[in-house]
């Protein structure tokens, strides 16, 4: 029974390049959230989606970052032109309806 | 204030020891509380969940809330050195969960 399964583990970019992160939620989860850990600071909220639909976007940066959960594959968190304050550990969370989240192993990103 | 607080710590307790980790919340209408262990350069884990006042207790592991206080704790009893790691407090506000920014035990042999 796979878990949260995200891709790539590490990710290196050059500023002002996009960064694509996925993650497959484990089966049967339909809630999917994004959190981001930078160093020396707790987890962040970020997004919570389901299959097609943006439910709260609250702790997303007003520019630069994107998240979508299509109907069919990974979801995706996007961040164009990315800068160095952008490195940091992306976490990926699934869950059931009304159910604790269970966490992915992260994608560590680093700006160049 | 900020919504969920945690000593930072270090912690350090002797092995076998009962390790007592402490969360304060500031949002009165959270229903759902978490305490999820990490260890370094790893995803955080859950270890524990919990919605009602009381305790809860699921091996070594001992939860305790207290919504009039906006309290929640987690006891380990019989500490190993395998518990070493950061024990991250969180709290729904809706779907979302907000964590502290976590308790650093270490459990010396």
């Known amino acids: 029974n796979a878990g949260v399964m995200q891709n790539p583990r590490h990710l290196v970019r050059r500023r002002g390049q996009e960064a694509r992160l996925r993650c497959s939620p484990m089966?049967?989860?339909?809630?999917v959230y994004w959190y981001r850990q930078l160093p020396e600071e707790g987890l962040k909220f970020m997004v919570y989606?389901?299959?097609?639909?943006?439910?709260?976007e609250s702790g997303m940066p007003k520019e630069r970052f994107s998240a979508e959960f299509p109907k069919e594959g990974p979801s995706i968190l996007r961040i164009q032109q990315v800068v160095r304050g952008d490195s940091a550990a992306y976490f990926c969370?699934?869950?059931?309806?009304?159910?604790?989240?269970?966490f992915g192993d992260g994608t560590r990103l680093s700006i160049l | 204030q900020k919504e969920v607080e945690q000593n930072s710590g270090p912690l350090s307790v002797p092995e076998g020891a009962i390790a007592s980790l402490n969360c304060t919340y500031s949002?009165?209408?959270?229903?759902?509380f978490f305490w999820y262990r990490q260890y370094s350069g790893k995803s955080p884990e859950l270890i524990m969940s919990?919605?009602?006042?009381g305790d809860k207790e699921d091996g070594r592991f001992t939860a305790q809330l207290n919504k009039a206080s906006q309290y929640v704790s987690l006891l380990i009893r019989d500490s190993q050195p395998s518990d070493s790691a950061t024990y991250l407090c969180?709290?729904?506000?809706?779907?979302?969960?907000?964590f502290g920014k976590g308790t650093t035990l270490s459990v010396s042999s």
């Open positions: 969370a699934s869950s059931p309806p009304d159910q604790p989240q269970h």
């Open positions: 089966k049967g989860h339909s809630h």
């Open positions: 989606l389901q299959k097609e639909n943006i439910i709260d």
């Open positions: 949002d009165r209408v959270s229903q759902s």
């Open positions: 919990i919605y009602s006042n």
């Open positions: 969180a709290v729904n506000r809706k779907t979302a969960l907000i």
